[in-house]
């Protein structure tokens, strides 16, 4: 082997590191008996070091690295040929060189230099960086999501720009402004920038401060644009717009020309604008209906100041729902009740001793009658009004019940909210025997209040219907109340053919805390459940029957 290639495979290794104490005394051996290997040693030690800066990915290292290698250049050949030479053998530094050597040498180095500097703005010029992405929001609540893509995302991730597609389940998205959207499935929406949002299908309700005023949710015919409120939005599938305003205004800018020259209008609290997709745009006033919006993000849980208990998981998966023994005196005394089939609930952790239900349930051929007992703190407070916003009333204090009054249906219940249904909606989906029920005391009145809806998609009801009696009474110590009532099953579309024993079909119970303004909702406990979901709090109640316990007739 020639001494050159012997010392192209030492320097090799001495580059790299991989030169042991007997390869770094025979390099020096080399290097010290012929000239040409200490300048060629010095020629790829440089080399070796420019390329390895210039590579690094950072351009400002880069750029750093040329500024300081021709800063450090010497002015003397010689002088740099002998600051290589003593890493490579300490101790040497009397070289002799040839002047033609000498300039050969600079020449090359000069070369080398001119090569990196062209080398780093090159991968300058060649390689972009990626901008960071910028969030505008967060999906801060999810219940039974179902996205178009499986890497669809989860609660608590951070949203950026870009089209989403919730087929199923109920989704929070809040921006970093504070304006929340409350997105019920099935919808496609595209969040634009921190102040605009474009829905193309589906419905959503927004939310938005002060700080914010001046949101946009942009549709196929129309931009909304927010005064300070809490509207509704809905894209219907023939591409209608409605929109509904619960709190505040907003202006309605249409993208066509209207009908009738209009262009924009102002929608008030307790209005709602039909804004036509065929032909010319046109607003139309319609009914106000509060069904039409999912307005609360409904999770089970209980707040007690800033601290929250966990869902707690369905303990009761069916109750007994008794004869009455006689005539039914609805007073808030239940002393004239079998309340054999009582069952109790309470919430978990230290919330278990305020905030309880003993719920109770008899029947005879007219009537069904209902009973509970609740724990609360603040019992009594509801403040929701029963003639201008029924729907909401539950947030403020209340107990629900959901139940089937056709045996037919049988249990479980199969029926489920229709926009959760692909397809046609069924049969129980829009069965008036399909009942929700909600009782409340609203305080400023002193009132005992009903509200019945129908069917699963709640798109039917009555508030307060004639025939029904109800009772409220606070207990002595203010810690808990007493409900109690009784509903015709005409009510319940049952009047026909009531419920009789050997009956089961489904029944679920839900009662609501509110926080002492008597309309903050503040959690909830969910009882009578088909076990398969007991320990399952995705599955809203309202939207699917299956997870409804079981009521069995007596």
């Given at each position: 082997?020639?001494?050159e ?22 390099l020096e051996?080399l ?42 250049m ?28 000498r ?88 969040l ?55 709190a ?28 036509d ?90 009537h ?12 009594m ?8 916003d029924?729907?909401s ?21 199969q ?17 008036g025997?399909?009942?929700h ?74 009662v ?8 903050n ?31 069995i007739?007596?």
């Amino acid at each position: 082997m020639t001494s050159e290639k012997r010392f192209a495979e030492l320097w090799t290794d001495y580059l790299e590191g991989d030169l042991d104490d007997a390869g770094v005394a025979e390099l020096e051996a080399l290097l010290a008996a012929d000239e040409s290997l200490r300048a060629r040693a010095a020629d790829l030690f440089q080399t070796h070091r420019l390329l390895g800066f210039a590579l690094q990915d950072s351009p400002a290292a880069r750029e750093s690295f040329v500024s300081s290698t021709l800063a450090r250049m010497p002015l003397s050949d010689d002088a740099f040929v002998e600051s290589v030479m003593e890493r490579v053998h300490p101790g040497t530094r009397q070289l002799h060189r040839a002047t033609r050597t000498r300039w050969l040498l600079v020449a090359g180095v000069a070369a080398i230099v001119l090569c990196a500097v062209a080398a780093s703005l090159f991968l300058r010029a060649g390689t972009t960086r990626p901008r960071p992405q910028e969030f505008l929001a967060t999906l801060t609540r999810a219940t039974d999501c179902v996205w178009d893509v499986p890497t669809g995302p989860r609660q608590g991730d951070r949203l950026a720009a870009g089209e989403m597609s919730l087929r199923k389940g109920v989704a929070e998205i809040t921006f970093a402004s504070g304006v929340s959207l409350l997105v019920e499935a099935p919808a496609n929406l595209k969040l634009v920038d921190a102040t605009n949002t474009a829905l193309n299908a589906g419905r959503v309700v927004v939310r938005v401060p002060p700080a914010a005023v001046g949101f946009a949710v942009d549709t196929p015919k129309a931009r909304i644009v927010d005064q300070g409120t809490e509207f509704g939005v809905c894209v219907e599938p023939g591409r209608e717009t409605v929109v509904q305003v619960f709190a505040g205004s907003v202006v309605a800018e249409l993208k066509g020309p209207g009908a009738s020259g209009e262009k924009s209008r102002r929608v008030a609290a307790g209005e709602t604008m039909r804004i036509d997709a065929s032909g010319p745009i046109e607003l139309q006033r319609t009914a106000f209906s509060p069904e039409r919006f999912l307005r609360t993000f409904s999770t089970p849980s209980v707040h007690k100041g800033e601290e929250l208990i966990p869902f707690k998981p369905s303990e009761v998966s069916s109750q007994d729902v008794l004869a009455a023994p006689g005539p039914v005196t609805v007073d808030g005394d239940l002393s004239d009740w079998n309340l054999s089939g009582t069952f109790e609930a309470r919430c978990g952790g230290r919330f278990a001793e305020e905030h309880y239900v003993q719920g109770s349930l008899m029947y005879d051929k007219t009537h069904l009658y209902l009973a509970a007992r609740v724990g609360d703190p603040m019992p009594m407070r509801n403040v929701i009004d029963p003639n201008t916003d029924p729907w909401s009333a539950w947030m403020g204090g209340s107990v629900q019940l959901r139940f089937s009054t056709d045996r037919t249906f049988g249990w479980p219940v199969q029926a489920i909210k229709p926009s959760q249904r692909q397809g046609k909606p069924s049969v129980q989906d829009t069965s008036g025997r399909i009942v929700h029920l909600t009782l409340w005391y609203f305080q400023p009145r002193e009132q005992p209040c009903l509200e019945l809806r129908y069917g699963m998609k709640l798109d039917r009801g009555v508030v307060n219907p004639a025939g029904w009696r109800g009772a409220f009474r606070k207990a002595a110590d203010g810690k808990s109340y007493t409900v109690e009532c009784a509903i015709p099953w005409t009510l319940l579309g049952a009047g026909d053919d009531p419920p009789r024993a050997g009956d089961e079909m489904g029944l679920c119970w839900t009662v609501n805390w509110s926080d002492a303004s008597g309309k903050n909702w503040k959690g909830q406990l969910v009882e009578v459940k088909n076990p398969a979901y007991a320990t399952r709090g995705k599955e809203l109640t309202f939207m699917h029957a299956e997870t409804w316990g079981k009521a069995i007739y007596k």
